[in-house]
C-alpha cells in the first residue's frame, strides 16, 4: 500500500513536526494554504481541525469525527475536547500530543484536551471528505450504517456481504481475507479482477 | 530523521514525539464526566468495575500469548486487535474502580501491584487455553466464543446504567464485542466444517470450556445489590439470551453442546470472590514481573 511518508507509526518517528497538512493529503478541489505558523493566522478551531490522525495520516481529525469540539477562552487558553475510536485506540495519547504541539506552533501555548466517550464514535462520523481521501489512499471507505437499533446485536455468521468496491480499480468483486487488519479499525480484502490487495475501513 | 543517536530519539526529553506502549500514558478517563452517584455504596461500584475490567485484562493477556505463534499471520493480528479492544475496556474501568474507590491507585497499581486473591475476574480468562500446554487454537476459539457473546450480552444491559461511566464504556464496548464474538462464531464454523481432524480439535475444545459456563451467570453479592440499583448487570439474567447464540452457532457447525459438569466449587468461592485456579499465578508473574522487579519503572 502506498503510504505517506510520516504515516508510519514507528517509535522513532521524526522528532520536527511535519507540516500544518498532511502531505499529499488534500483532494482536488481543495485549497492548499500556504503553511505559515505566525501567531493569530489561524483559529484555533482551524488548527486543531487540520492536526492528521495519527495512524491514518491522510485524515484530518474533524475528517475522522473524533474531534468534538474546541474552544478557545478569553485569556487564549484552549480546551480541545476528542473521542476515541476504539475503547483500546492507541492513538489518543499521540492525538493528544499532535494537537498540543500543533497548536502550540500557532500560538496557543496554553491546551487542555479532554475525551468524552459519550455518545460513542462510529464510522458514521466519518465526513464525506475523509471517505474521498481515504478511497483516493487506497483505503476503502466504511458504509453508512446510520441509527444503530436498540437490543441485542444479531450474530453474522458468515463475512459480511461484499458492498465494498475495490479503491483501485472500482469492481464490486472483492473478498474479505481478515476481518482485521493492520490496525483494529482495518479489515483486509483482496479484489478479484485486478488481484490487489487492500484494507477496508470497516463499519463500527 | 534529526537525531543523531537512536537512543537519543527515544529518551524522555523526547517524550512527546514517542509512539509508546508502556507507562506514561495519560489516565484514559481523563477529563470524562466522573460523577459518582450520590446513593451508590462506593466499595461497591469499585468492587464491580474490578470484576469487569479484570475480566478484560486477563483474557487480554491470555490472547497476547498468541503473538507470532497464531496458525497465520492473519489470525496473529486479529487476535492482538482483540486483545487490544479488551485491554482498552480493561484501562477505563480499572481508572474507573481507581477513582471510585478513593484510595489513589491508578489503573497500572491495579494492574500490576494486587495479589491473586485480589483479582475479580471469571476463572474462565485466567485459563491457559493455548498457545501453552493447556489448549490450543480451537480451544482459545472456544473461549472466545463463550466469553464475547456473554460479555456482549452484559454490555448491552449495562449501557442502561444508571452509572454515567459504565454507561459510556459499554457502549463502546458493545461494538468490538460484536466483532469479536462473529469472529470466534465463523472460526468455530470453519473448524468444525474443516477436517474431521479440526472438527475433533474443536469438540474437545468446547468441552474443555464448558465445565466453567455456569460461573458466568452465578452473580456475586456485589452485582446483585448494584443491580437493584440498575447500576450493574445481574448476569442470571443473561444466561437464556447467551445460551440461544451459542445455540445458534452450534446448530450451524453441527455441534451438539457438550454435557460436562462443572467443577467442584471451592468452598463456595469463584473467580467473582477472588478464588482462581492453578492457571492464574504464573500469569500474573507474567503480567506483573516486570513493574514489580523495577518499581517506578517506566517503559
Known sequence: MRRQPQSSPHPLRGATPGPLYPVGGTGAGETILPVDNSVGVWTAREIAERVPDPELPVLSLADLGVLRDVRTGPDGRVLVTITPTYSGCPALDEMRADLRTRLAEAGYPDVEVRTVLHPPWTTDWISDAGRRKLAEHGIAPPNRIGPRPAGPVPLNLSPPPARVPCPRCGSPRTTELSRFSATACKALRRCEDCREPFEHMKEL | ?299
Open chain 2, 1 to 299: 530523521m534529526s537525531f543523531d543517536n537512536a537512543y537519543e530519539a527515544i529518551s524522555e526529553s523526547n517524550d512527546e514525539q514517542h509512539w509508546a506502549f508502556g507507562t506514561g500514558f495519560d489516565d484514559p478517563l481523563s477529563d470524562v464526566d466522573k460523577t459518582i452517584l450520590s446513593d451508590v455504596d462506593r466499595a461497591d461500584l469499585a468492587t464491580y468495575c474490578l470484576m469487569l475490567g479484570d475480566d478484560a485484562l486477563i483474557l487480554s493477556q491470555r490472547l497476547a500469548e498468541w503473538c507470532s505463534r497464531a496458525p497465520e499471520l492473519e489470525e496473529d493480528v486479529a487476535l492482538a486487535n482483540i486483545a487490544l479492544d479488551l485491554l482498552g475496556q480493561a484501562r477505563m474501568l480499572l481508572t474507573r474502580a481507581g477513582e471510585v474507590e478513593g484510595a489513589g491507585r491508578d489503573e497500572d497499581a491495579l494492574a500490576y501491584l494486587r495479589d491473586e486473591p485480589d483479582f475479580r475476574n471469571v476463572r474462565l480468562v485466567e485459563l491457559d487455553c493455548g498457545p501453552g500446554p493447556g489448549g490450543d487454537f480451537a480451544t482459545t476459539i472456544a473461549r472466545l466464543l463463550v466469553f464475547a457473546t456473554w460479555r456482549l450480552a452484559l454490555m448491552t444491559h449495562l449501557t442502561n446504567s444508571r452509572d454515567p461511566v459504565l454507561s459510556a464504556i459499554a457502549a463502546k464496548a458493545v461494538k468490538e464485542l460484536a466483532y469479536h464474538r462473529d469472529h470466534a462464531a465463523q472460526w468455530t464454523l470453519r473448524l468444525a466444517g474443516g477436517t474431521d481432524y479440526s472438527r475433533e480439535r474443536m469438540t474437545v475444545a468446547l468441552a474443555t470450556i464448558w465445565p466453567h459456563l455456569p460461573e458466568l451467570f452465578t452473580p456475586h453479592p456485589t452485582e446483585l445489590r448494584l443491580a437493584a440499583m440498575d447500576i450493574a448487570v445481574n448476569p442470571a439474567t443473561l444466561k437464556s439470551e447467551v445460551d440461544s447464540v451459542i445455540g445458534q452457532v452450534l446448530t450451524a457447525a453441527a455441534l451438539d453442546p457438550p454435557a460436562t459438569p462443572p467443577p467442584a466449587p471451592v468452598t463456595n468461592r469463584t473467580g467473582r470472590d477472588g478464588a482462581h485456579t492453578e492457571a492464574m499465578p504464573p500469569l500474573l508473574a507474567e503480567l506483573q514481573h516486570l513493574a514489580r522487579s523495577l518499581p517506578g519503572a517506566t517503559w
